[in-house]
């Protein structure tokens, strides 16, 4: 038998799953011909599949190097480099490829699933493009468009191409999913159930469905899906870390929709236990960020000048803690038709760090100028999202740290403090996994000590600001008496009352946070004191809290 009939055997062996044999005829190959380069490639393919990644990126170079002619060498080897994260050699060798054969729709793929990760989105929409044009029925493609639109903002579009997904092949759970996830944060509550019933129906350990999916259903003790993630829980190391996060935070909020507290609160402990253990968190950093805060924004600070040349209304800041109300707040304003919801906006803290190393020492290095410019820049760059809106709402929690700063260089922006009872606020908290990473989350311990920070530096911007700068509104009030809240906020903001402000809960618009679903309903009660039932476990970070 010579070495292609040899290679052919070991292919078929390896096809049929035996990988052992395949691996064998692969190595007696090259001991008696060291140059057959797809004994090597295929020797890198089974050690890719078997996840042994640096093996597998070494036998491929060199099958690739003994024949540096042929594209599937060097698109093989930029996948085993892409899952490795090596994502400048990964683009390297898809040139490569491409140069060879630039007709290859996976090599594209690759080069998009590349950019992507390295953030390079409009570049990445490109070589998707140049998939679906190579080959229509790619699916995958335009599921992945659909992404990079939506993390832009472009909700229509990406519908459109998560649609084609789906229209291509049904069973493309992750389109289904991120189509309902698209619909949820634009209030398209029945249709993302039925997007995401399907992918389950597909594959019922789907987790990353479930989790969207737990948001919008009450779980009742006989529900299917209950007893799928049961089952799903008898053998967790099958997923992935965040997926066993996910899986834990579900069947949470299922044992408590059934009234199952004691139970519903283990799952909430190891949900939150495993996602601690996958960040890093410093208790000594967030106290010196309090420390800084308060020693560079002093009396003095505050007694000088402020930068007029700023004094624009338009920017209205909603802060807090996450779970305080502010997405609810959010709603209510942006029902009035001269204000617009620009969301979570990271947009001042980017410019600031465009501007300085370090937040908040180094601001003492700026002059006068330089300041104005950090609140024009953000004025000019807010303005680009809505041109022809009175008001633009930047919800952005954390932006409470740049309140000193906000009230120098924006002294006609307005900030809308949300606060809520601080055991309640930190026990939701507490039952949520964030889009974002809120480091301080997911310890009990933490978090209080988190929040007590929090509230100290309130209390001081609280002392040293200035009257009309800042409104703080209780969750609990908002809650008792709607309308009489909604119009104290509004005649802060300066504007006439409007009744659209009434129905907030049919407002269109993105709503991208954890709080997507609630906001849609009218208000409602069950999520004040809800922490009670949980009060025996909560008790650690209860004296926290209470704590002088």
């Known amino acids: ?48 599949q078997d996840g042994r990644l640096d093996i597998a990126a070494q036998l491929l170079k060199n099958a690739s190097d003994l024949d540096p002619k042929r594209a599937s060498y060097y698109r093989d080897l930029a996948e085993v480099l892409f899952h490795s994260n090596k994502l400048k050699d990964t683009l390297l060798f898809v040139r490569r490829a491409l140069d060879i054969n630039s007709e290859d729709p996976k090599t594209h793929f690759l080069s998009g699933l590349t950019l992507m990760k390295n953030g390079e989105g409009e570049l990445a929409i490109k070589s998707f493009e140049t998939v679906i044009n190579l080959a229509p029925n790619f699916g995958a493609a335009y599921n992945n468009i659909g992404s990079l639109l939506e993390s ?71 529900d299917q899906d209950l007893k799928n993630l049961k089952k799903i829980a008898k053998d967790p190391i099958k997923l992935s870390s965040i997926n066993q996060v996910r899986l834990h935070f579900i069947l949470a909020k299922a044992h408590s929709d059934i009234g199952e507290h004691d139970r519903a609160f283990f799952y909430y402990q190891l949900a939150n236990t495993k996602m601690r253990s996958n960040l890093e968190y410093n208790q000594k950093v967030a106290e ?8 560079v924004f002093n009396i003095d600070y505050f007694g000088s000048d402020q930068i007029l040349d700023n004094e624009d209304p338009t920017p209205i800041f909603i802060v807090g803690m996450p ?80 309140i000193g700063l906000i009230s120098k260089i924006l002294p006609g922006a307005r900030i809308i403090h949300t606060k809520r009872n601080p055991i309640d606020c930190c026990f939701s908290i507490y039952t949520r996994l964030f889009l974002e990473k809120v480091h301080y989350a997911y310890d009990l311990g933490e978090l209080g000590n ?65 709080s997507a679903a609630q906001v849609r309903k009218p208000i409602y009660q069950t999520s004040i004191q809800r922490w009670r039932v949980y009060e025996k476990h909560l008790r650690p970070l209860i004296e926290l809290l209470e704590q002088k």
């Not at 906020?489 to 269109?508: C, M, N, R, T, Y």
């Open 323 to 402: 779970r305080s109300g502010s997405t609810l707040v959010e709603q209510i304003v942006a029902s009035h038709s001269e204000v617009y919801a620009a969301g979570e906006l990271t947009l001042l803290g980017d410019i600031i760090k465009s501007k300085i190393d370090k937040f908040p020492v180094d601001l003492e290095t700026l002059n006068k100028d330089e300041l104005k410019n950090i609140g024009k820049d953000y004025l000019a760059e807010i303005k680009k999202i809505a041109p022809n809106a009175k008001r633009i709402v930047d919800k952005m929690p954390g932006n409470y740290q740049f």
């Open 152 to 222: 832009s903002g472009r909700l229509d579009e990406a519908i459109k191409n998560y649609k084609e997904a789906i229209r291509i092949d049904a069973n493309n759970i992750q389109a289904q999913n991120n189509l309902a996830s698209t619909m949820i944060a634009t209030g398209d509550m029945e249709r993302a159930k039925k997007h995401l019933f399907l992918a389950i129906k597909t594959d019922p350990s789907y987790i990353e469905a479930h989790h969207n999916l737990s948001g919008l259903k009450k779980y009742k003790k006989s």
């Open 288 to 295: 010196k960020v309090n420390i800084d805060l308060i020693n």
């Open 1 to 48: 038998m010579n070495s292609i009939q040899a290679i052919q055997m070991a292919a078929r062996l390896a096809n049929q799953g035996k990988l052992v044999k395949a691996q064998k005829i692969c190595q007696d190959i090259i001991t008696s011909n060291e140059k057959f380069h797809p004994a090597y490639h295929l020797l890198g393919q089974l050690a890719f």
């Open 450 to 514: 988190y929040y007590k920070l929090y509230e100290d530096l309130m209390d001081y911007w609280r002392d040293l600001l200035s009257d009309g700068i800042m409104i703080e509104v209780n969750y609990e009030g908002v809650v008792g008496d709607f309308e009489g809240e909604a119009r104290k906020i509004l005649d802060f903001i300066d504007l006439e009352w409007e009744d659209s402000v009434l129905g907030f809960h049919k407002q269109a618009g993105v709503i991208k946070t954890a």
